[in-house]
C-alpha cells in the first residue's frame, strides 16, 4: 500500500506525522525502524554498513546526496534503494521538512542551496513516479489523484491558479487541455466535455495520450516545488525573528554544504567530464556554431537588425569565447573581466566579428544607427559609453546569451532549427554540445587510423 | 463606401483633428479608470515616441495636453505602476496581441512592402477574431477589447486573473493562442503515429484551426522555411483537401516526411501572425485608442462591435472627407 506522503509532502497525513514523529530531540537520535526498514528494502547494497542513515538527519543528508551524486556515478542507485521503497514514507517526509529548514534558515530563499533542495526533491518524487509506471494505470491515476488533491481539485481547477507551476518553465500551457479557463485533469471531465468529439478512437486511450497520468505527474512535481519554495520562504522569515536556531538544523547546514563542495570537485575532476563546459576563454570553433548565429553572422537582411546584433549575437559571442560553460556555473553574475582581464580578447576577436556582423546587414547596421556601438558595450557590461573601458565595467550587466525561446518570440525570422537543436534550449549549449561531438568523432577518427 | 487614400495627415489636418473632433471622453474607460497608474509617451514630430515618462492626473489635463500639443502619436502604457512617471513599482499589465495588417506574413493583397488595404485590414480583423475566440472560449478570459490602432489591430485583455502573468508566461499563452508551437504529441504509450489533427480539442485543435488558416492562404510566392517550390505547389495543389478538414488526404497527397517538413514552417508562419515581441513586453506602450495615426489619417478606436465594425466607416476622421 503507498501512503500519498511517499510523493506529496504537502499531503494532510505528511502534517500529522511531522507532528507525530518530527519531535526535535527525535531528529539526531538513533531509529530502529528506520533502520529496520532501510535494511529490508529490496536491492539495497547493505556493504557501505556505515553510510547507511540511522537517524532523520542522517536521511535528510542522504537525500539530498542522492540528487547530487545520482548523475556522477550510475552504481550508487543501489546504494540509495531505500530512498524508493515506499514504506520509508514517514521519516522521508519528516526528513524533507528537515532539509527545507536547514537551507531556509543558513542560506535563504534564493540561495543556491535552495535550489538544489528543490531540484531534489524534485527528482526523488519523479523517480518515484518513474518507478510506479510499472504498477496499473488506474492505480497510478487514483495514487495521484489522492496526492493532487491534497494541493488542488482536480475536478475544478483554472489554469490561471497554476501561474506559478507554469512559470517553472516544465510544464507549458500547450499541454493543459482548457475549456472556458478550467484545466480537464480527470477521466470523467474530459469525458463530459470533450467525448462527443471522440469517433472511433477509444476515449480512454485518447485521454491518456493527451492528458492522463503524464500531466498528473507534471502537475504534481510543479505544484510540490511551488509549495516548497513558499515553505522555505516562510521559514526564512521566521527565522528572522526567532532567538536562536535548533542546532541541529544549522549542523545539517553545514553538512550540506559539505556534500555540495564534493560533488563539486566529483564533478570537475571526472576524467574528462566537464571538458567543454568551460568557465575560461576558448578558441572560437565555428563549425559548432548552432544556425541562428551562422545565419546572424552572415548578416540580417530584413527588419529586427538591432535586436538580432546587439541583443542576441553580442552576448553569445562573447560569452562563447570567454566562458562556454556559462550555465553550468553557479555563480552566472560574472564580469567580462573575470576572464579577460586586459581586454585583448575582446578587442582583438569579439568586438571585430560582432562589428562584422553589423556592417553586414542591409542596410549595415552602423550607418542608420551609430548608437548601437554604445548598446553593444553595454550588453558586455561598460555601461552606457561610446569607448569599452575598464573603468566603466559593472555599470551594466554582462548580458547572458538568449535561449531558443526568448529567441523565437524576440526574432523568429533568425530561427531555422537543424536536428541538433531539439535536444537544446539554448544556442550555447548547442555549441557546447556540437564541440564535444565533434571531439569525439575527431578522437574516433585518429583511433581508427591507428589500428 | 467611398475610396479612401491612406495617406499622411498634414500638420494643418492634425491640429483641425484634436481642436474640433478629438474628445477626451473617446478615450476608452480602461484607460481613464487607471489613468494615474499609466505612463503615457508622445511623438511630436513623428520620429517616433521620445516623449515618454508622462502623467496625468485627471482627464482635464489629459484633454488640456492634447488640446494644447496636437501630437503626431499619442501613447499609454499597457503596465500600471505606483510611480508612472519614473515606471517604477510595475504592479501588473494588460495581455496584448498587436496585429499589424503590413506584418501579416500571410497577406493574399497586392499590397507593396509597408502598406495596408482593405482587404488586407480585413484578414486582420479575421486574426482578430480568432485570438479572440481562444482567449475567451479556452483560456475562459474576461475584459478583452479589441481596438483598431490605425494599421491594424490591438486585443488587449483586463482580466485580472492574467495581468499579473510573467513575461515568461505571457510568451507560452501567445504561442498557445496562435497556434505558433507543434504539438508535442509523443507519449510513453507506443502511440507514435498520432498526429495533431486526430484530436479534436486542446492545443491541438487550435493548431489545427491556425494551420489550416495559415495553408488556405499561403500564395505561390509565400517564403516557407525549409520547404522548396516543387513543395510549396504540392501544399497548393493539395489544400482543397483542408477546406472540407480532410488533413489525412492532405498528408496524404504531399507524404507524411514532407508533411512534417510543411508543418514546422507553418507553426513558425503562425508565430508571426501577431508581433509577440508585444505580448511579452511587461512595459510596452501602445496607441491611445481616440487618437490619430498620423502616417495614415486614420483614428484609432475603440471597437464596440466587432462583427460590423469596419475602418474604412468607422475610424476615418472628419477632415478626410473634406480634402479635395
Known amino acids: ?451 | 463606401m467611398m475610396e479612401i487614400k491612406l495617406k499622411p495627415a498634414s500638420n494643418y489636418e492634425r491640429k483641425l483633428f484634436y481642436r474640433e473632433e478629438w474628445d477626451v471622453k473617446d478615450v476608452p474607460d480602461f484607460v481613464l479608470n487607471s489613468l494615474t497608474s499609466r505612463e503615457f509617451g508622445f511623438d511630436h514630430f513623428g520620429q517616433g515616441p521620445n516623449d515618454r515618462y508622462k502623467t496625468f492626473l485627471d482627464d482635464l489635463r489629459l484633454k488640456r495636453f492634447m488640446k494644447a500639443k496636437q501630437p503626431f502619436a499619442a501613447y499609454c502604457s499597457v503596465a500600471f505602476y505606483d510611480a508612472p512617471g519614473q515606471r517604477k513599482g510595475w504592479q501588473k499589465s494588460e495581455l496584448v496581441f498587436d496585429v499589424d495588417a503590413k506584418d501579416i506574413p500571410i497577406r493574399t493583397c497586392d499590397c507593396n512592402e509597408g502598406e495596408v488595404c482593405d482587404k488586407c485590414l480585413n484578414q486582420a480583423k479575421e486574426i482578430v477574431l480568432m485570438i479572440k475566440d481562444v482567449l475567451h472560449g479556452e483560456m475562459g478570459l474576461k475584459n478583452i477589447n479589441m481596438v483598431y490602432s490605425g494599421r491594424g489591430y490591438h486585443v488587449r485583455v483586463l482580466d485580472e486573473n492574467v495581468m499579473e502573468a510573467s513575461s515568461e508566461l505571457r510568451g507560452q499563452i501567445v504561442q498557445y493562442v496562435i497556434g505558433a508551437k507543434e504539438p508535442d504529441l509523443t507519449n510513453t504509450l507506443g502511440f507514435n503515429s498520432l498526429q495533431h489533427f486526430i484530436i479534436p480539442y486542446g492545443y491541438s485543435k487550435n493548431f489545427t484551426k491556425w494551420s489550416k488558416y495559415t495553408i488556405l492562404h499561403l500564395t505561390k510566392d509565400s517564403k516557407l522555411d525549409n520547404v522548396n517550390n516543387r513543395l510549396l505547389k504540392d501544399v497548393l495543389k493539395s489544400r482543397y483537401h483542408l477546406e472540407q478538414d480532410q488533413w489525412g488526404l492532405f498528408r496524404g497527397d504531399i507524404g507524411p516526411i514532407r508533411f512534417n517538413k510543411v508543418m514546422s514552417a507553418v507553426a513558425r508562419i503562425n508565430m508571426n501572425i501577431t508581433d509577440t515581441k508585444v505580448s511579452i513586453d511587461l512595459k510596452r506602450i501602445l496607441r491611445l485608442p481616440s487618437t490619430l495615426h498620423s502616417k495614415v489619417s486614420m483614428k484609432s478606436t475603440l471597437i464596440k462591435n466587432i462583427e460590423t465594425f469596419d475602418p474604412f466607416d468607422d475610424a476615418v476622421p472628419k477632415f478626410v472627407y473634406e480634402r479635395k
Open chain 1, 1 to 451: 500500500m503507498i501512503k500519498t506522503p511517499y510523493i506529496n509532502p504537502f499531503s494532510n497525513d505528511a502534517k500529522e506525522i511531522v507532528s507525530k514523529l518530527g519531535q526535535v530531540e527525535n531528529l539526531d537520535k538513533r531509529n530502529e525502524s528506520l533502520i529496520n526498514i532501510v535494511q529490508h528494502t529490496r536491492g539495497q547494497n547493505l556493504d557501505d554498513a556505515h553510510n547507511l542513515p540511522e537517524t532523520f538527519k542522517q536521511l535528510a543528508l542522504s537525500r539530498f546526496e542522492w540528487s547530487l551524486f545520482r548523475k556522477s556515478s550510475e552504481a550508487s542507485q543501489k546504494k540509495y534503494e531505500y530512498l524508493f521503497n515506499p514504506d520509508i514514507y514517514e521519516y522521508d517526509v519528516v526528513s524533507f521538512y528537515l532539509l527545507c529548514q536547514a537551507v531556509a534558515i543558513r542560506y535563504g530563499p534564493d540561495s543556491h542551496e535552495t535550489k538544489q533542495v528543490l531540484d531534489c526533491e524534485e527528482d526523488i518524487i519523479s523517480q518515484r513516479l518513474e518507478i510506479l509506471k510499472s504498477e496499473p494505470n488506474d492505480f497510478q491515476s487514483s495514487l495521484l489523484r489522492k496526492a493532487l488533491n491534497q494541493l488542488i481539485d482536480t475536478n475544478s481547477i483554472y489554469w490561471t491558479d497554476l501561474k506559478d507551476v507554469l512559470d517553472l518553465g516544465k510544464l507549458d500551457i500547450n499541454e493543459l487541455l482548457l475549456s472556458n479557463g478550467k484545466v480537464i485533469i480527470e477521466y470523467e471531465d474530459f469525458i463530459e466535455e470533450y467525448g462527443h468529439l471522440i469517433h472511433n478512437r477509444d476515449p480512454r486511450t485518447m485521454y491518456e495520450v493527451t492528458a492522463g497520468v503524464n500531466i498528473k505527474s507534471k502537475l504534481l512535481l510543479g505544484l510540490i516545488r511551488v509549495y516548497t519554495k513558499k515553505y522555505i520562504r516562510t521559514v526564512h522569515e521566521m527565522s528572522k525573528r526567532m532567538v536562536e536556531p535548533n542546532p541541529i538544523i544549522l549542523e545539517l547546514a553545514d553538512n550540506i554544504k559539505e556534500v555540495q563542495q564534493k560533488a563539486q570537485s566529483l564533478k570537475y575532476a571526472g576524467p574528462g567530464s566537464s571538458q567543454y563546459i568551460d568557465d575560461k576563454p576558448v578558441n572560437y570553433e565555428f563549425e559548432a556554431f548552432p544556425p541562428c548565429v551562422r545565419k546572424c553572422l552572415n548578416g540580417i537582411k530584413s527588419g529586427g537588425r538591432n535586436d538580432a546584433i546587439v541583443l542576441f549575437l553580442t552576448p553569445f559571442v562573447s560569452y562563447s569565447r570567454l566562458c562556454p560553460g556559462i550555465f553550468a556555473r553557479q555563480e552566472q553574475n560574472i564580469k567580462l573581466s573575470d576572464v579577460d582581464p586586459s581586454l585583448e580578447i575582446t578587442h582583438n576577436e569579439i568586438i571585430p566579428m560582432i562589428y562584422e556582423a553589423a556592417q553586414s546587414c542591409s542596410p549595415p547596421l552602423f550607418k542608420d544607427q551609430p548608437q548601437e556601438k554604445v548598446n553593444i558595450n553595454s550588453k558586455l557590461g561598460f555601461g552606457m559609453h561610446t569607448e569599452l573601458k575598464l573603468e566603466h565595467e559593472g555599470e551594466t550587466q554582462w548580458y547572458t546569451p538568449m535561449s531558443c525561446e526568448k529567441i523565437k518570440l524576440h526574432m523568429p525570422e533568425l530561427c531555422t532549427p537543424s536536428v541538433d537543436c531539439k535536444k537544446i534550449g539554448n544556442p550555447i549549449t548547442y555549441y557546447n554540445r556540437k564541440r564535444r561531438l565533434m571531439k569525439k568523432d575527431k578522437n574516433k577518427q585518429v583511433n581508427d587510423d591507428g589500428n
